[in-house]
T-cell receptor, first 113, second 112 residues
């Protein structure tokens, strides 16, 4: 069955460092991969989308890579700030048909001053 | 102006009751969704409507019935509530395949 895996353990880093989160998937051929941020008690907020034929996407301090051979995406936050502390969710959707997003369980990021 | 709004934010009810959650979006999106987030934080899709037509119906007990009176609204009615229905329910909308979803702030349902 389809599986999306994100580190269940929290990632703790020092302010100013680069945070790198990993999303691995199996039994799936996604056309699009998305990253969301979720704060406690709030809904997920869309950050970035990357297509299967794209290797890398950037937006301000965020960078996403997509390796369809390794079946992996890396999500980087450079110059991290305490305000970046949240849970980050990876989500995949296929090509064809209607856009059904399947989510990973997310990784909690804590940025310490 | 809230883009995707859900009501109520909290819902505490007894087993066996029937309850509804409402969702409205003012983004002009064609597609709306219901997701369930359980205690392990997994977000699982339940239903999706495109322009009032049901397009995704995952393996959900038929006690759950969505209704979309128009493309800006998607409601969720749950009959005979069970303890296992306790979760946070999120409504979302999207316009195109290559756009992210916009989520509401969630409805925390607690069945006692």
């Amino acid at each position: 069955s389809q599986k999306i895996e994100q580190n269940s353990e929290a990632l703790n880093i020092q302010e100013g460092k680069t945070a790198t989160l990993t999303c691995n998937y199996t039994n799936y051929s996604p056309a699009y991969l998305q990253w969301y941020r979720q704060d406690p008690g709030r809904g997920p907020v869309f950050l970035l989308l990357i297509r299967e034929n794209e290797k890398e996407k950037r937006k301000e301090r965020l960078k996403v890579t997509f390796d369809t051979t390794l079946k992996q995406s890396l999500f980087h936050i450079t110059a991290s700030q305490p305000a970046d502390s949240a849970t980050y969710l990876c989500a995949l959707s296929r090509s064809g048909g209607y856009n059904k997003l399947i989510f990973g369980a997310g990784t909690r990021l804590a940025v310490h001053p | 102006d809230t883009a995707v709004s859900q009501t109520p934010k909290y819902l505490v009810t007894q087993m066996g009751n029937d309850k509804s959650i409402k969702c409205e979006q003012n983004l002009g999106h064609d597609t709306m969704y219901w997701y369930k987030q359980d205690s392990k934080k997994f977000l699982k899709i339940m239903f999706s409507y495109n322009n009032k037509e049901l397009i995704i119906n995952e393996t959900v007990p038929n006690r759950f019935s969505p209704k979309s009176p128009d493309k800006a609204h998607l409601n969720l009615h749950i009959n005979s509530l069970e303890l296992g229905d306790s979760a946070v329910y999120f409504c979302a909308s999207s316009q195109a395949r290559e756009e992210g979803y916009t989520f509401g702030s969630g409805t925390r349902l607690t069945v006692v």
